[in-house]
């Protein structure tokens, strides 16, 4: 869930987001069980930023493959209409290009929708691991 204060995507499960905006009661709490601030200092003195676009705390891996798989569900398609179409024309071993075809819608989107969930499962183990790092912060 995006929390509506800082845009940071949080887990389902979360309660509250690092910048101390509790979801149940839809407002900020200030006190001490909040996180670090966003701007902290490495050992060079440097100022560093958590949280936010630029270090990765807000993925946009899930969006992406989601768009990539109906991106690609609509070109596996299109490749097997084009194969039927093509064995629909021939005289002999049409049917042959035809049930391709149909294997290729069939079989190329099921085959391209499980690579992709597998993609996505992949990069849901990062947001898992922030909510974890987020309870063992809470302790």
């Not at 701007?39 to 676009?53: L, V």
């Not at 991106?71 to 005289?91: L, N, P």
């Not at 069939?106 to 691991?129: A, D, M, P, Q």
Request: with cysteine.
């Amino acid at each position: 869930m995006k929390c509506p204060n800082c845009g940071l995507i949080n887990p389902e499960s979360a309660q509250r987001c690092d910048c101390g905006y509790n979801f149940d009661k839809g407002l900020v709490i200030k006190g001490e069980n909040v996180d670090k601030p966003l701007e902290t200092k490495d050992e060079t003195n440097q100022k560093i930023y958590k949280g936010g676009f630029l270090s990765f705390h807000i993925m946009l891996s899930g969006l992406l493959i989601k768009i990539l798989y109906i991106v690609g569900m609509v070109v596996i398609t299109i490749g097997g209409i084009i194969v039927i179409y093509q064995g629909s024309d021939m005289y002999r071993d049409g049917e042959a290009f035809v049930l391709g075809g149909i294997a290729v819608i069939i079989f190329g989107n099921l085959l391209w929708r499980i690579l992709c969930e597998g993609c996505i499962v992949i990069f849901s183990l990062h947001e898992t691991t922030l909510s974890i790092l987020k309870e063992l912060k809470r302790k």
